[in-house]
């Protein structure tokens, strides 16, 4: 059963009464007694569809990431004309009992304000945001600032109208409500401000526009992934197996009791409407509460006054991926928060050898959570032959730890760094690489940023290519994709644009093998998706038809989609994890003169939880000339694509999920840190 907790709380019923269904259609006549004994039991697996994320248990439901891209389109559409007319946007998205929307889309686009359901404002909020939008922020929590000297001139958050800024942002979750259970909605808020502030502002509510238009990549794969562990569940069933739900866990597919999901996700519209927020929150778990600190602390939160004496670098390395700039300005407020000093390097390891370095302040970073590329500049140039060039510049700009942000070339680069050390001390300080390349290649963790960006971008060309391809019989069209030796992108492509075959390094093969995936195919066009450099026995993808030698006329047209998925705005995932990514870095302040292995750490996603593995233990992991990690969890994900694809293959079940329990469960991804 596909839906929300609606529909899967009448499938449990429905599993309750099952007996006396049978029972009444056999004294009825529908049935007879031996079909009723055949069928005296049903099991049920529930997967969870849902645009709100309102169902406790699982991390994300179906249809949400979907959701998440329509919104973030229009809130980037509306952000460029609110800046044109210097206005007020007040967006209103779905989310009656759950504020996941509203919170998600603060968190991408840096919004001034977010109204949710389970954390109303305080009784005075109407005075603090347009404080908020306006006048000076506060400090933050625990910091004492010193008042202003009357003779030196006021400082303006750069948020605000007197900062200079140009446009507000406020993001309201249709459920809002104030800490007495009273509404707040948009038109509430725009008579507030327009009243108070006298501000141009607009009202925005998106309604079912949210629910319609193409799945994204992620909804694509997830659906397909729950899929095949909902069937795995119902095949491994008995009469005494309780009705589960299907649900994703950072990167895991686990099983989790229906009815208990159930329960905590009505206890939390409980504790809402008895003004128990602070048991709501919880009742979300881990992941919500997480992406709540993270907000407050990056949009309420203001540097304090006193400094910690540490100074930190920021570059990054490698391609640019997008999402980049998402985790540099993560990167930069936490660590202002903290009291650092931080800097920014332009150009990579290149632009610290020359001194391409300058201090970077709270406002520079202000609107970068949306921007692709790498605002700072970086290049693939790796530190060896500059050592005591960048020696000299660690030691001149007094530089106590490096966060290097990039894909393998930010991986090889540190562990040149690290090698450095026996000759120059200077190079005995604390380094932090955040993984951040489209191609997924980076070992130590299962995601790395920008992936999912470059990832949509290749469905969306299949999607158009099939359209070409189906009104022209004997056609088959071959979608080369980035990667490298790494087949992720192909693989993940593949398994959500519904192709043929996808074609890795990983996985040898030859134009026998793609002869006879063309030869199986039973419809009039197919695709095919490859990645990168490998072009094996023969396999090059620049000829045209089948080959010399088979029979069957027709066109093989190649349509590479290379540069394209470096490009572009980040995907609400890229900008979300760059952010999160970003603000859980290791400690690395406090450490004066670092030389032990795990001085320099691979901030990385495995499985369920956030790890920090020295970078020297993952060279054991790395396949250095093909540049990809040794293990890869994805690739057990491509008998799947074949399934899908009418091959007729065995899908390796020796892997067995069991029954978790929600409580236990909760120790999500960034609570395992």
């Known amino acids: 059963v596909i839906g929300g907790d609606g529909s899967l709380t009448g499938a449990d019923t429905f599993r309750a009464e099952w007996s006396s269904l049978l029972a009444e259609l056999v004294k009825v006549g529908g049935i007879t007694a031996e079909e009723a004994k055949r069928s005296s039991h049903l099991n049920i697996v529930g997967m969870v569809g849902s645009i709100?994320?309102?169902?406790?248990?699982?991390?994300?439901?179906?249809?949400?990431?979907?959701?998440?891209?329509?919104?973030?389109?229009?809130?980037?559409?509306?952000?460029?004309?609110?800046?044109?007319?210097?206005?007020?946007?007040?967006?209103?998205?779905?989310?009656?009992?759950?504020?996941?929307?509203?919170?998600?889309?603060?968190?991408?686009?840096?919004?001034?304000?977010?109204?949710?359901?389970?954390?109303?404002?305080?009784?005075?909020?109407?005075?603090?945001?347009?404080?908020?939008?306006?006048?000076?922020?506060?400090?933050?929590?625990?910091?004492?600032?010193?008042?202003?000297?009357?003779?030196?001139?006021?400082?303006?958050?750069?948020?605000?109208?007197?900062?200079?800024?140009?446009?507000?942002?406020?993001?309201?979750?249709?459920?809002?409500?104030?800490?007495?259970?009273?509404?707040?909605?948009?038109d509430d808020i725009k008579t507030l401000v327009v009243k108070r502030l006298g501000y141009d502002t607009r009202v925005t509510i998106l309604g079912h526009v949210q629910r319609g238009g193409t799945p994204s990549a992620f909804d694509r794969i997830l659906g397909s992934r729950m899929g095949v562990e909902a069937v795995m569940a119902l095949l491994e069933g008995t009469p005494e197996t309780p009705a589960c739900v299907v649900s994703l866990s950072g990167n895991q597919a686990v099983r989790l009791p229906l009815m208990e999901c159930v329960q905590v996700t009505k206890d939390v519209t409980t504790a809402m409407n008895e003004g128990r927020f602070d048991d709501a929150l919880k009742l979300r778990g881990r992941s919500f509460q997480n992406n709540w600190n993270v907000y407050k602390l990056l949009a309420h939160i203001r540097p304090p006054s006193t400094k910690s004496g540490y100074t930190l670098a920021i570059l990054n390395v490698g391609a640019p991926a997008a999402g980049m700039n998402a985790a540099v300005r993560s990167t930069v407020r936490i660590g202002l928060i903290h009291g650092h000093r931080m800097l920014a390097v332009h150009d990579g390891f290149e632009g610290l050898a020359f001194g391409q370095v300058e201090e970077i302040s709270w406002e520079r970073v202000g609107g970068w959570t949306g921007l692709g590329g790498s605002k700072l500049g970086t290049k693939r140039t790796l530190p060896k032959k500059y050592f005591e060039e960048i020696s000299t510049n660690i030691s001149n700009f007094g530089?106590?730890?490096?966060?290097?942000?990039?894909?393998?070339?930010?991986?090889?680069?540190?562990?040149?760094?690290?090698?450095?050390?026996?000759?120059?001390?200077?190079?005995c300080i604390p380094v932090c690489v955040i993984p951040a390349t489209v191609s997924n290649n980076v070992p130590g963790s299962d995601f790395s940023i920008g992936a999912d960006t470059a990832l949509n971008t290749i469905p969306t060309t299949c999607d158009r290519i099939k359209q070409s391809a189906a009104g022209t019989k004997r056609r088959v069209f071959i979608i080369e994709t980035m990667g490298g030796f790494c087949g992720y992108l192909a693989t993940m492509a593949g398994l959500a644009g519904g192709a043929d075959a996808a074609y890795i390094y990983e996985e040898h093969f030859n134009i026998h093998d793609l002869q006879a995936s063309l030869t199986a195919g039973k419809t009039s066009w197919g695709t095919c998706s490859r990645s990168g450099p490998p072009q094996q026995q023969g396999c090059s993808p620049q000829g045209r038809g089948y080959g010399s030698g088979d029979p069957r006329p027709g066109l093989l047209l190649v349509h590479p989609v290379i540069f394209l998925a470096q490009g572009g705005t980040p995907t609400p995932f890229d900008r979300n994890f760059g952010t999160k990514m970003a603000g859980s870095p290791p400690p690395l302040a406090g450490r004066i003169f670092a030389n032990t292995a795990d001085s320099a750490c691979l901030l990385g996603m495995r499985k369920r939880s956030l790890v920090f593995p020295p970078i020297t233990a993952l060279k054991e992991q790395t396949d250095f000339e093909h540049r990809i990690p040794k293990e890869q969890w994805w690739l057990k994900l491509r008998p799947i694509l074949k399934i899908l694809a009418k091959y007729h293959i065995e899908l390796d079940t020796s892997e067995k999920a069991h029954l978790e329990h929600v409580m236990r469960k909760g120790m999500s991804l960034e609570a395992n840190i």
């Not at 248990?57 to 952000?79: F, K, Q």
């Not at 889309?105 to 908020?132: K, M, N, Q, Y």
Request: glycine letters at 10%; proline letters at 7%; aromatic letters at 6%.
């Open 52 to 186: 709100d994320n309102d169902f406790c248990g699982t991390d994300m439901t179906i249809g949400t990431d979907s959701a998440l891209h329509r919104i973030m389109e229009i809130v980037d559409a509306i952000t460029t004309t609110a800046q044109s007319h210097q206005r007020t946007f007040v967006l209103e998205v779905m989310g009656r009992h759950c504020g996941y929307l509203a919170l998600i889309t603060a968190l991408a686009c840096g919004a001034d304000w977010v109204f949710i359901p389970e954390s109303p404002p305080e009784d005075d909020w109407e005075d603090h945001l347009c404080r908020r939008l306006t006048e000076v922020g506060r400090a933050p929590v625990g910091a004492l600032s010193p008042p202003p000297s009357p003779l030196s001139p006021p400082v303006f958050p750069p948020q605000t109208r007197l900062g200079g800024s140009r446009l507000n942002i406020i993001i309201v979750a249709e459920g809002a409500v104030d800490k007495h259970g009273k509404a707040i909605t948009s």
């Open 399 to 427: 530089i106590h730890g490096l966060i290097i942000i990039g894909g393998f070339e930010a991986f090889t680069g540190s562990l040149e760094l690290i090698e450095g050390r026996a000759k120059f001390e200077e190079l």
